[in-house]
């Protein structure tokens, strides 16, 4: 599977905004070359959003993109299944129709710079036993992800998990225990700067100093979009209590991503990310502060 645009200058820099990352080496060319690189690259951790599909194509075949493009929706139109998404559709048929991306590992072959057209083969992993979930019951599904060049040579791997989950009853949702209130309310949120730059040789077990993140709806709707995602998840608040939630929620791209830019800060420019390994226990919700 083909990306839908090439590695471009124009989407890098709606990532970096949109998640508050300041690596030069991302928008400045002079700055990239001062690292060894021969220009500016492309996030490692953006990987993922080169291959997520138009909003017009995910209307396609999702079904949690409500209201969009009706006339997609015509009677006897087919939906794909084919390779590895046939899963997609076998799980739908049983009601598991809603989608909760709960850990994502990537490795990082080598960096991207614009001009780069990334492809990528997916193919499924694993698939678990019926799972009973605060989310709803549910299978976990986890897919591989290798990424190529126009070249052909390798950019990156992800193992993505996620869980495919039925619409919970009302009765399930009452019976969920009560959120405790957004850490967002105290003092302790206003957003802080990572930890000051790496000094010396990095010891096994160091730690960076924390970085407050606080989730407003702006954020939430603004990485969605910078990380390439139209699930209505994302955005769409009706939508989201539909299923049972209380609110729109940042997506996992977001949140690697934000990890790859605490790293990068504190390492500084000239860092190279090999990998990152995330899971994801509860969703990010506005007046949260990550």
Not at 15 to 29: H, I, Q, R, S
Not at 79 to 100: C, D, K, M, Q, T
Not at 241 to 262: C, E, H, K, M, Y
């Amino acid at each position: 599977m083909p990306a839908p645009y090439a590695v471009n200058e124009a989407m890098i820099g709606m990532w970096t905004d949109a998640l508050l990352d300041d690596n030069p080496v991302y928008v400045d060319e002079a700055a990239a070359r001062a690292t060894g690189r021969p220009g500016v690259i492309a996030p490692p951790a953006m990987v993922q959003a080169w291959i997520m599909p138009k909003l017009s194509r995910l209307a396609l075949g999702a079904t949690d993109v409500p209201g969009f493009a009706p006339w997609y929706d015509k009677p006897g139109a087919r939906r794909s299944s084919e390779g590895p998404h046939e899963v997609f559709a076998i799980l739908a048929e049983r009601g598991y129709v809603n989608s909760l991306a709960v850990q994502s590992r990537q490795t990082y072959h080598r960096e991207m710079q614009p001009g780069d057209h990334v492809h990528c083969v997916s193919r499924v992993d694993s698939v678990s036993p019926l799972k009973r979930t605060a989310m709803g019951a549910g299978h976990f599904v986890t897919m591989r992800l290798d990424y190529r060049d126009q070249h052909s040579r390798e950019v990156a791997t992800q193992l993505w998990t996620f869980l495919r989950f039925r619409t919970p009853t009302d009765a399930e949702v009452k019976a969920r225990p009560a959120r405790a209130p957004g850490a967002a309310a105290t003092a302790e949120a206003e957003a802080k700067p990572a930890g000051a730059p790496l000094s010396g040789a990095p010891q096994l077990g160091q730690v960076t100093e924390p970085t407050v993140i606080p989730i407003t709806p702006s954020f939430v709707i603004a990485t969605a979009l910078a990380t390439h995602d139209f699930y209505a998840i994302h955005h769409d608040v009706d939508w989201a209590r539909s299923i049972g939630q209380p609110d729109i929620f940042t997506n996992i791209l977001t949140t690697t991503g934000l990890v790859a830019g605490v790293m990068t800060k504190w390492g500084g420019p000239g860092v190279r990310l090999r990998s990152t390994d995330l899971r994801l226990f509860t969703p990010n919700y506005p007046g949260d502060a990550l």
